[in-house]
C-alpha cells in the first residue's frame, strides 16, 4: 500500500499558502498555550 | 424550574429535533446516509467534529473538575493538536484516497478480512457501551437536580436524537450538530459572563482569580513526571496524542464525521480548527468551574452539591450528626468570607501586616469548613454505605439553578442535553454503518440492494439506540463520569491505533502476526488496568506500542505471517 507523502493532497489550504504552514500555526499555538498556562500556573500559584 | 426556564429548554430542544428531521429529507441513498453524500464544507465538518467529541458530560462535569481539582484536566487534551497534524499528514489523505465509508474498510484492503472483523468488533464492543454512558452520565445528573426520574430521563434523552438520526443519518447528523454545537458554546459564553457577574460587588475577574490561584486551582500544568498520576504534562503529551490519535484517525464516530467533508483538503481544515480551539475550549469551560469556585468563597455553598443523597442524610438515622455538620460548615464559610473581604482589602490597600493576618484567620476557616464537610460527608456514608461521596457532577448544574437568571437556566439546560444528541448522533451513526458495511455485507447471502441496505441501515441505528438506551437504564455506580468514557475508550484505543499504525507503517507485516499481536496486546492492557499501576492515559501508549511490536516480531519470526504485497 503507498503511503501518502507527508505535505499531502493536492489543493492548497484556503490560508496561509501550504498545508507545511498551517501544520506549523496549529502546533505554534500548542507552545503560545502552553506558555501562556505555564505562566498562570507559575504566577497565581 | 421556572416556566421561563421550561419554556425556553423545551423551545429550544423541540427546535433541534425539527431542524434534524428537516435536514433527513433528501437522504435517499447509502452515500448519504453513511457519509453525507461526502458534500459537507469545512466549517461544518469542523463544528460536528467538535460536538462529537464533546458530550453533556464535558459540560456538565468538566465545570465540577475545575470546582474540585482546578485547571489541571486541560493537560489531558494537549496531545489532541499534535495528533490533528499527524492524521492531517497521513490518515485523512488515505482515506479520502480510498473513498471508503468506514475506517475499518482499510484493514481489509491492507490486511485480511479477519483484522477488519477484529478491528470492528472493538470498536462497536467499545462505543456501544460508550452510548450507553454518554445517555446515562447526563441522565443521572440531570434527574437528580431537577427530581426527575432517572430511567425517563434516559428515555427522554435517547428520544431527541433517535428520530432524526434513524431518519438522516449523517447528513441529519451533520447540519444539526453544527447548528447545536454553535448554540452551545454561545451558552457556555453567556454562563461564563454570567459567573464573573455574578461575583460580590467590589470583586472583579482579578480578585476571582487570585482567590483561586490561592487555593491552588489554577494549576493548569504539571511538570513532574509520575506515571501514576493523571494529569501531567508528559501524560497529557504522550498518553493523550495516542488517545486522541487513536480516536479521531480510527473511531468510526469521529472518521465517519471528517469522511462527509468534501475533499481531503477539507477534512484537513475540519481537523486543524479542531487542533486550534480544543484546547482553548477545554480551558475556558474549566475556567467557568474555577469561577464558580471564587464565586462560593463570597457566597456558601452547599455542605454537598447531590440533593437526593443530601436528604437521605437529613432524614436518615444520622440526622444529627449531618445538621451538626452542615451547622459547622455554613459557620466557617462565613469566618472565611469574611476574612478573604479583609485580605482583599488589605491587598487592594497595599498593607502587608493586615493581609498576612487576614490569610491566617482564613487559612484556619478553610481547614475548618472542610472538617465540616468530611463530617457531613461521613454521616452520608453512615446513614447509607454505598452512597456515592463524590459531589464533582453536581457542582455547576446547582451553581446554574440557584444563581443564574430565570431564561438562562432554561437555556443551559437545553445546551447540556443538545450536547448529549450531538455525541449519540455520531456513535449511533457510526455503529450502524460499522455493523451494516462491517459485518452484515461480509455475510453470505446478505441484501446487496441501495434500498434494502438503507432500510437494514436505519434499522441498525434503530437497534444501537436501543441498546444504549437499556445499557444506560441499567447502568450504575461509574464513579467520576469523564473518566469513565475515557478509561473505557483507552481500554481499546491503544490496540487499535496500533492495527492501524502498523498498516500503515509496518509493510512487511501481514494479516495474521497484527491480528495475533493485536489480541496479546489487548489483554496485555486489561491486565494493566487490573493491576492499576499505571495511568489509564498510558494504556493508549502501550496497546500501540504492543500492537506494533509484537505485529513486527511475529512477522520476523513467522515468514508466510508477512505481506506478501511488498
Known amino acids: ?45 | 424550574m421556572r416556566v421561563l426556564d421550561w419554556t425556553v429548554m423545551l423551545a429550544t430542544l423541540a427546535g433541534f429535533v425539527a431542524y434534524g428531521v428537516w435536514r433527513s429529507r433528501g437522504t435517499h441513498d447509502l452515500a448519504g446516509y453513511w457519509v453525507a453524500g461526502r458534500q459537507m464544507p469545512w466549517p461544518m465538518v469542523a463544528l460536528s467534529v467538535m460536538a462529537t467529541q464533546a458530550s453533556a458530560v464535558t459540560f456538565l462535569a468538566t465545570p465540577g473538575q475545575g470546582y474540585v481539582g482546578g485547571l489541571s484536566f486541560v493537560q489531558f487534551y494537549f496531545g489532541l493538536p499534535i495528533a490533528m497534524v499527524v492524521l492531517c499528514m497521513t490518515l485523512v489523505p488515505l482515506y479520502q484516497r480510498l473513498r471508503i465509508t468506514t475506517a475499518y474498510e482499510f484493514l481489509e484492503k491492507r490486511f485480511d478480512g479477519k483484522t477488519r472483523s477484529l478491528t470492528a468488533a472493538l470498536f462497536l464492543l467499545q462505543r456501544g457501551l460508550a452510548a450507553g454512558i454518554t445517555l446515562y452520565a447526563p441522565a443521572l445528573v440531570l434527574s437528580v437536580i431537577l427530581g426527575w426520574d432517572l430511567r425517563l430521563t434516559c428515555v427522554f434523552m435517547g428520544l431527541l436524537s433517535i428520530v432524526y438520526t434513524v431518519m438522516g443519518g449523517s447528513r441529519a447528523v451533520g447540519h444539526t450538530q453544527a447548528l447545536q454545537f454553535s448554540i452551545i458554546m454561545g451558552t457556555m459564553a453567556v454562563a461564563f459572563v454570567w459567573v464573573v457577574r455574578t461575583l460580590p460587588t467590589g470583586v472583579g475577574l482579578g480578585d476571582a482569580l487570585w482567590v483561586a490561584g490561592n487555593a491552588g486551582k489554577l494549576n493548569a500544568v504539571d511538570l513532574h513526571f509520575d506515571p501514576k498520576s493523571r494529569f501531567n504534562l508528559w501524560a497529557g503529551l504522550l498518553g493523550g496524542f495516542f488517545l486522541q490519535l487513536s480516536y479521531f484517525g480510527t473511531d468510526q464516530s469521529q472518521v465517519g464525521r471528517i469522511l462527509t467533508a468534501r475533499s481531503t483538503g477539507e477534512s484537513r481544515m475540519a481537523l486543524l480548527f479542531n487542533g486550534l480551539f480544543k484546547v482553548p475550549m477545554q480551558f475556558f469551560i474549566l475556567l467557568l468551574g474555577v469561577l464558580v469556585f471564587s464565586y462560593h468563597q463570597f457566597v456558601p455553598a452547599p455542605v454537598f452539591f447531590n440533593p437526593i443523597e443530601v436528604a437521605r442524610a437529613r432524614n436518615g438515622a444520622h440526622a444529627a450528626q449531618w445538621r451538626a455538620g452542615e451547622a459547622a460548615h455554613l459557620a466557617a464559610a462565613a469566618a472565611q468570607t469574611e476574612a478573604l473581604r479583609a485580605r482583599l482589602a488589605a491587598r487592594h490597600a497595599g498593607d502587608a501586616a493586615a493581609e498576612q493576618a487576614a490569610a491566617a484567620r482564613q487559612s484556619d476557616a478553610t481547614a475548618a469548613r472542610a472538617a465540616a464537610r468530611a463530617q457531613a460527608v461521613e454521616a452520608l456514608k453512615a446513614t447509607d454505605p454505598s452512597a456515592n461521596t463524590n459531589d464533582t457532577n453536581y457542582v455547576f448544574l446547582s451553581f446554574v439553578l440557584t444563581a443564574l437568571p430565570a431564561g438562562i437556566v432554561g437555556l443551559v439546560l437545553a445546551a447540556i442535553f443538545a450536547a448529549s444528541m450531538n455525541s449519540t448522533s455520531s456513535e449511533l451513526n457510526a455503529l450502524a454503518s460499522t455493523t451494516i458495511n462491517d459485518v452484515v455485507r461480509r455475510i453470505p447471502g446478505a441484501p446487496t440492494g441501495e434500498a434494502a441496505l438503507l432500510h437494514w441501515s436505519r434499522a441498525a441505528t434503530l437497534f444501537w439506540a436501543l441498546f444504549a438506551v437499556l445499557f444506560a437504564e441499567t447502568a450504575g455506580g461509574m464513579g467520576s463520569l469523564v473518566e469513565a468514557v475515557n478509561i473505557l475508550g483507552s481500554l481499546f484505543y491503544g490496540t487499535i491505533l496500533g492495527i492501524f499504525l502498523t498498516g500503515f507503517m509496518l509493510a512487511r507485516v501481514g494479516g495474521s502476526a497484527v491480528f495475533l499481536a493485536a489480541i496479546v496486546a489487548e489483554v496485555a492492557v486489561v491486565v494493566c488496568w487490573k493491576q492499576d499501576r499505571v495511568g489509564w492515559l498510558w494504556f493508549n501508549l502501550i496497546g500501540c506500542v504492543l500492537t506494533m511490536g509484537l505485529a513486527g516480531l511475529f512477522a520476523a519470526m513467522v515468514p508466510r505471517w508477512r505481506n506478501r504485497a511488498t
Open chain 1, 1 to 45: 500500500m503507498n503511503t501518502p507523502s507527508a505535505g499531502g493532497g493536492d489543493e492548497p489550504p484556503p490560508l496561509l499558502g501550504s498545508w507545511t504552514m498551517l501544520y506549523a500555526l496549529v502546533i505554534g499555538a500548542l507552545v503560545v498555550t502552553l506558555v501562556l498556562l505555564l505562566w498562570l500556573t507559575w504566577a497565581f500559584t
